[in-house]
């Protein structure tokens, strides 16, 4: 059993930044991928970036790209998800989620325990 808690969304104006964390505990995920996934109010979850177990291969969607960056420190069993240049369409709950697997993948579906959300808001 895995339990992951999201922190560090909040209300951001446009151009600005924030560092989401996901922390898990009741396992350690230091040999597992993490993914985080986004979802806007009346659209479908998805994929926003993933990291795997070493945290040497990130994969990014290609609307984050060169704005985001994810990064692991296994010794405190958290994720981050650097957020820079945020636009209104990067608006939405953002979930981290844990891949029984080392390498990560865009696929919500291979995903195994999910976090409860953080609500990110990017005002125009």
């Known amino acids: 059993q895995v339990q992951l808690v999201e922190s560090g969304g909040g209300l951001v104006q446009t151009g600005g930044s924030l560092r989401l964390s996901c922390a898990a505990s009741g396992r350690t995920f230091s040999g597992y991928a993490v993914g985080w996934f986004r979802q806007a109010p009346g659209k479908e979850r998805e994929f926003v970036s993933h990291i795997d177990w070493s945290g040497s291969s990130k994969v990014y969607v290609d609307s984050v790209k060169g704005r985001f960056s994810i990064s692991r420190d296994n010794a405190k069993n958290t994720v981050y998800l650097q957020m820079n240049s945020l636009k209104p369409e990067d608006t939405a709950v953002y979930y981290c989620?844990?891949?029984?697997?080392?390498?990560?993948?865009?696929?919500?579906?291979?995903?195994?325990?999910w976090g409860q959300g953080t609500q990110v808001t990017v005002s125009s």
């Open positions: 989620a844990v891949r029984f697997y080392g390498l990560g993948s865009s696929s919500p579906n291979q995903y195994a325990y």
